[in-house]
C-alpha cells in the first residue's frame, strides 16, 4: 500500500486487515491485466473488470467503518459477490481471447482464495456478533 498514512495509531484501520491487503493487491492486478486488453473494451469489460475488483476493497473498508455487525457484514457479502463478478470477467475475457488459459486460471485461483478469506472474515464478525449478545 502506497504511504498515503504518516500517522501510525494503536487503533485498527481496514487497511490493516489482511483481506482488504489481498483485495487491493488483487485489483492492482487486475488493473495491469487489463492494460493489456483492447481499447475498444475500455468502456466494456475492462471498465467492468476494474470496477468489480475495485468494489472488493471498497466495500470491506465500508463494511469495517460500519458500527452494526450486521451492516458490516451485508457489506462484506458484496465485496464477496464483487469477486465473484471479477472471475466471471476472467472466463469471459478468456472466451474472447483476451487472456490465456493460464493466465485466467491463476487470477482465478487468487480470487477463490480471496473468496475463502472473506468468508472467514464474514465468519468471524458472526462469531463476534453472536458472543457480544
Not at 482488504?20 to 492486478?29: Q, R, V
Not at 463478478?85 to 480471496?114: A, C, P, T
Request: hydrophobic residues 35%.
Amino acid at each position: 500500500m502506497s504511504s498515503v498514512i504518516s500517522n501510525q495509531s494503536s487503533k485498527m484501520h481496514f487497511y490493516d486487515l489482511e483481506v482488504w491487503k489481498n483485495a487491493n493487491l488483487l485489483c492492482i492486478e487486475i488493473y495491469k491485466l487489463t492494460d493489456g486488453f483492447p481499447k475498444r473494451e475500455s468502456y466494456g469489460i475492462i471498465d467492468q473488470m476494474r470496477r468489480a475488483s475495485s468494489s472488493v476493497g471498497a466495500n470491506i473498508a465500508e463494511g469495517f467503518g460500519r458500527f452494526h455487525y450486521k451492516e458490516k457484514i451485508n457489506f462484506y457479502y458484496t465485496a464477496r459477490g464483487s469477486s465473484c463478478e471479477v472471475q466471471n470477467f476472467l472466463f469471459l475475457s478468456q472466451d474472447l481471447g483476451y487472456l490465456s488459459k493460464d493466465d485466467s486460471r491463476k487470477i482465478f485461483i487468487k480470487y477463490e482464495n480471496l473468496n475463502k478469506q472473506i468468508n472467514s472474515f464474514i465468519s468471524s464478525v458472526q462469531k463476534k456478533m453472536t458472543d457480544d449478545k
